[in-house]
């Protein structure tokens, strides 16, 4: 029971570092601090540690040796890569979500379309950012692909 509820801290986590990062909070090229982060998150370093792993696979940051993890600087060719990369693996993981979705799986993903609408309405672009991160983690739960999340 502990490592599930570590794995979704670490998610929590992983889903914050990125939006700071989106966002610009964390500027292209800045280490990240593990520290810092650690404590501005509400947590210990282990899950911002393995968060920026996850980010580094995912293309976001990158480790230099003896050195930390920074954000990368991205040009407009990588960055449109990268886009097209993340767009056809939630392709897939829509496909496999729509044949084997439960119905709780679907009755939650409604719930987050109807709160991201809810969040356009009000003209609340964080809270939209911070359930759409949701909304495909939860689609790559439900799509049952445990490789690809």
Not at 8 to 17: G, I, N
Request: charged fraction near 35%; proline fraction near 2%.
């Amino acid at each position: 029971m502990q490592k599930l509820r570590q794995r979704s801290l670490v998610l929590e986590v992983r889903d914050a570092l990125e939006g700071m990062i989106l966002r610009g909070e964390v500027p292209a090229g800045e280490r990240l601090n593990e520290i810092n982060l650690a404590e501005q998150l509400g947590v210990s370093r282990g899950p911002v540690r393995e968060a920026a792993r996850s980010l580094e696979r995912e293309g976001l940051v990158k480790t230099v040796t003896n050195q930390g993890v920074y954000v990368r600087k991205l040009s407009l060719e990588d960055a449109l890569e990268l886009y097209d990369l993340r767009a056809g693996i939630a392709g897939y993981l829509c496909t496999r979500a729509a044949e084997s979705a439960t119905p709780e799986d679907k009755s939650d993903l409604r719930a987050f379309v109807d709160r991201m609408d809810a969040a356009v309405r009000d003209g609340d672009e964080e809270r939209y950012f911070e359930l759409n991160l949701a909304f495909h983690d939860r689609v790559a739960t439900a799509s049952g692909a445990t490789r690809a999340k």
